[in-house]
């Protein structure tokens, strides 16, 4: 779940440099998390509400004894979001909204084990989505690759934000600026703030023991963000163009990164 940016205008930079015993902690949770977007993948498909992915999720999360961290989270009400087409972030998953061929749709969950926060996210694809769609899921697929590239010990966090908006906007893209990832592990949001749109060379600098989510949220159209009245979280484009979004916990180790919620070998 996204740090709205408009909420975290000043950082104190109380950056928590993460215990070994705690990246444990958050490690194990992180890898659960992952876990969890393998499982759902296999029904993510038409015809299906978002509820129902819903209490899947739900299930698999409390039957691996951890809690869904979104539910009741600021009165968010379901275990995790669930964000299609036109939804940037933060959908709530309903049963009158049924998954139909062509949709791209983002689910974000967070577990809490044993205490332990790991958040993670992924773009999943319902039939035969458009080219134009498919493009756009691909491009902030690379632009999370980039983001994490950037992760290491001595290396400024504004240029994760850097190498992912420079990238976007050379495919045409935009960057949404109004929520951003977040220092996670021991709560499900503390410092730092990642913003995917950033100066070179700009913020903190990354020191080993830190545990941010880097989730680029990348537009077809404008790059901003109108959030539904009638809920007051789900966040869409102003154009109702499409919008795509990837997330990974990422920890600075001595040497470079561990992508905490990987569980494909990807990196």
Not at 72 to 82: A, L, Q, R, T, W
Not at 120 to 129: A, F, N
């Amino acid at each position: 779940m996204a740090i709205n940016f408009y909420n975290n205008l000043k950082e104190s930079m109380n950056i928590i440099i993460k215990t070994g015993e705690q990246i444990e902690g958050i490690r194990k949770s992180s890898k659960l998390a992952g876990e969890v977007l393998r499982y759902i993948s296999e029904y993510v498909r038409e015809g299906v509400s978002t509820a129902y992915l819903d209490q899947l999720i739900h299930n698999y999360i409390v039957e691996h004894g951890a809690i869904p961290a979104t539910m009741n989270y600021n009165g968010f009400p379901k275990s995790c979001c669930i964000s299609l087409n036109d939804v940037i972030c933060h959908g709530i998953p309903a049963e009158n909204v049924i998954l139909k061929n062509g949709d791209i749709l983002n689910i974000d969950v967070t577990t809490i084990l044993n205490g332990f926060f790991g958040d993670t996210s992924k773009m999943y694809l319902v039939g035969q989505p458009s080219e134009t769609a498919i493009k756009l899921v691909d491009t902030t697929r690379h632009c999370l690759h980039l983001g994490i590239q950037q992760v290491r010990p001595g290396n400024y966090i504004g240029n994760i934000g850097y190498a992912i908006s420079r990238y976007a906007i050379a495919q045409g893209y935009t960057v949404v600026y109004e929520y951003c990832g977040h220092g996670v592990g021991l709560e499900f949001h503390e410092e730092p703030q990642i913003d995917h749109a950033a100066r070179k060379n700009s913020g903190p600098k990354m020191r080993p023991g830190m545990i941010f989510t880097i989730e680029p949220m990348i537009n077809e159209g404008k790059p901003r963000v109108k959030v539904d009245e009638s809920d007051g979280w789900t966040a869409r484009t102003v154009d109702k163009k499409l919008s795509a979004q990837f997330e990974h916990t990422v920890l600075v180790t001595e040497t470079g990164y561990e992508v905490l919620t990987d569980v494909s070998n990807d990196y």
